[in-house]
């Protein structure tokens, strides 16, 4: 995110190429600059959200919400490679409207706006933080990455004949070979000259080696790399549907739009062959095949203003902490089995927990830590039967 920051203050800073041009492509670049915020605010949520959990003192809490950095995550790691690839774009056109005046400047223009057209719908999806949003954008990727990198190829091949006409095939060859110093386009554009009809397909087979490093034809994966993966998919954390989609596209599989979303067999072996990496993470009420199951905020909503007082705020605002519940068992913890009795029931979650809360805080004499509110809350969860798989309110 730093190296794609600085390239794009660079470039937001140039008086000429993409700067000049009467200011026409600016446009492109400050769609760059926007994207910024979303990605350093996914990338701070996580890390605040992972700073939460290793301060709770509830097995169960904490790795509840560790998971709930899975979407920020997700969405970070698979829009930092769309933005890198857009900037790609953006140092091309740089470089066209400095040295290649033989290609049009409305020509280039139509090329940046078909290419911001074609990236725009999955970065707007990732950047909503919707779960299921993020997982379909993020296992989508390697087919748009596949595409940026044949418009990519198109724009400098256009470039190439054009210049040709000048004398200048030399210069092409020797400068857009440059231009993908970013993005994972580089895993998969074909060398200047002679161009073949289409990008190449790398990195295919990937296969672990004695030393405990997965290789392939444009790929190093690190055994300490799959170590974290395979305890973050056993988590729940990141799902394989996301991991297989970041493995092809790092690994030059960028033309796989036809895949099957299927771990290379190395990559299996690595992360181990349990069923959490078979598995296939179903997501909301399509992967399911059913309705939406209710949604039950565990820290109660009509105590937000007490519970923003004890520090729930931004990622740790209570709508995170909101858990699907099969329609039975929504209406017993809110019933004692009979609906109707609603909140007279003394069991009643919203009602029980609270209890619970001002006791203990009675008793402390001062008002209750977040995570000792999150430790007595994990109690009664586990009392309850409700599981720590948390989602927001507004997501999936």
């Not at 990338?43 to 959200?49: F, I, N, V």
């Not at 004695?210 to 954390?237: C, K, Y």
């Not at 062959?273 to 399911?288: F, L, Q």
Request: charge should be negative.
């Amino acid at each position: 995110m730093g190296t794609i920051s600085l390239a794009l203050s660079k470039l937001a800073a140039r008086q000429e190429g993409i700067g000049g041009a009467n200011g026409v492509f600016t446009r492109y670049v400050d769609y760059g600059t926007q994207q910024l915020p979303w990605l350093n605010g996914a990338l701070a949520g996580s890390t605040s959200l992972t700073d939460a959990a290793a301060e709770v003192a509830d097995d169960d809490m904490e790795l509840g919400i560790l998971r709930m950095t899975g979407p920020r995550v997700q969405a970070a790691m698979f829009g930092a490679m769309l933005l890198a690839s857009w900037t790609d774009f953006l140092r091309l056109a740089d470089l066209s409207l400095q040295q290649f005046p033989s290609y049009s400047t409305e020509r280039l223009f139509m090329d940046m706006d078909r290419v911001q057209r074609l990236l725009a719908p999955t970065m707007t999806a990732l950047a909503s933080g919707d779960p299921e949003q993020v997982e379909a954008a993020a296992t989508a990727m390697p087919e748009l990455m596949g595409k940026l990198t044949r418009e990519f190829d198109a724009i400098r091949e256009g470039m190439r004949k054009s210049a040709e006409r000048y004398g200048q095939v030399m210069a092409v060859v020797q400068v857009i070979d440059l231009v993908t110093m970013l993005s994972t386009l580089k895993m998969s554009l074909p060398r200047l000259p002679p161009p073949p009809a289409a990008p190449v397909t790398l990195g295919v087979a990937l296969v672990m080696g004695a030393n405990g490093v997965m290789t392939g034809s444009q790929i190093v994966v690190s055994a300490e790399w799959v170590e974290m993966i395979r305890r973050l998919v056993q988590a729940g954390v990141i799902s394989i549907p996301a991991v297989s989609a970041a493995v092809r596209i790092h690994a030059g599989q960028v033309m796989m739009a036809q895949g099957n979303g299927e771990l290379p067999q190395g990559v299996r072996d690595a992360l181990g062959d349990s069923p959490e990496v078979r598995g296939m993470r179903v997501t909301g009420k399509a992967g399911a095949g059913m309705s939406e199951a209710p949604k039950h905020h565990v820290l109660p909503n009509e105590h937000r203003e007490w519970f923003e007082q004890r520090g729930f705020k931004g990622a740790m605002d209570i709508d995170q902490f909101c858990v699907k519940l099969e329609q039975a068992h929504h209406e017993a913890i809110h019933g004692g089995g009979n609906w109707r009795l609603g909140r007279t029931w003394p069991g009643e979650w919203n009602r029980m927990i609270m209890d619970v809360l001002h006791e203990a805080e009675s008793a402390a004499g001062r008002p209750l830590a977040r995570n000792t509110i999150l430790r007595l809350v994990a109690k009664e969860m586990t009392r309850y039967s409700i599981p720590a798989n948390f989602t927001s309110w507004s997501g999936g």
